[in-house]
T-cell receptor
Framework: DTEVTQTPKHLVMGMTNKKSLKCEQH?????MYWYKQKAKKPPELMFV???????INESVPSRFSPECPNSSLLNLHLHALQPEDSALYLC??????????????FGSGTRLTVV | QKEVEQNSGPLSVPEGAIASLNCTYS??????FFWYRQYSGKSPELIMF????GDKEDGRFTAQLNKASQYVSLLIRDSQPSDSATYLC?????????????FGGGTRVLVKP
């Protein structure tokens, strides 16, 4: 079982809906990440939180809003999405955003479909 | 030029043979490198990491790093049908805007019984 838990596993939402993706880790990691992955493409970084502060925003549209309530939790709030936002959304964590010798641990992802 | 490049494949390998995957990167400041395995519809799973020049072995997997040539490779010995997946190479890059892990496009591997 993965040590990074994402909920829900699947989500279908309309373009006027508001929904949230949730991610939780209990490994004591201090950095957490959101990635977006389209079919047959590599994961693309969206946001980086380091010590509960947003450190990287990869020019993501404002319809995606991240939140880090504490060091174990990471949310991604979704509003007014477009069909092209349909993808696998991956959460990951690592010990520290400045020391990456051990890689990131990924959650199982949320498969999002926007209709 | 992409920051991390891989041949997309598919790389077709007979069962029991060695699969050889290659990856190049453009940023000489990249410090460490990772190989992830991803099954269709699943999330990436870390197989190996390497940050020193040379070889690193873990079971049937060997990672090789050549920083002068900006080249990383992964060898899978005694390939099994269960090794059929997409293998993602990733480089950890130090950037002024923030450090991050950047992925290559992935190589699809098919191991045929």
């Amino acid at each position: 079982d993965t040590e990074v838990t994402q909920t829900p596993k699947h989500l279908v939402m309309g373009m006027t809906n508001k929904k949230s993706l949730k991610c939780e880790q209990h490994m004591g990691h201090r950095a957490m990440y959101w990635y977006k992955q389209k079919a047959k493409k590599p994961p693309e970084l969206m946001f980086v939180y380091s010590y509960e502060k947003l450190s990287i925003n990869e020019s993501v549209p404002s319809r995606f809003s991240p939140e880090c309530p504490n060091s174990s939790l990471l949310n991604l709030h979704l509003h007014a999405l477009q069909p092209e936002d349909s993808a696998l959304y991956l959460c990951a964590s690592s010990q520290d955003s400045d020391r990456e010798h051990y890689g990131y641990t990924f959650g199982s992802g949320t498969r999002l479909t926007v209709v | 030029q992409k920051e991390v490049e891989q041949n997309s494949g598919p790389l077709s390998v007979p069962e029991g043979a060695i699969a050889s995957l290659n990856c190049t990167y453009s940023d000489r400041g990249s410090q460490s490198f990772f190989w992830y395995r991803q099954y269709s519809g699943k999330s990436p799973e870390l197989i190996m990491f390497i940050y020193s020049n040379g070889d690193k072995e873990d079971g049937r997997f060997t990672a090789q790093l050549n920083k002068a040539s900006q080249y990383v490779s992964l060898l899978i010995r005694d390939s099994q049908p269960s090794d059929s997946a997409t293998y993602l190479c990733a480089a950890y890059m130090i950037k002024a805007a923030g450090n991050k892990l950047t992925f290559g496009g992935g190589t699809r591997v098919l191991v045929k019984p």
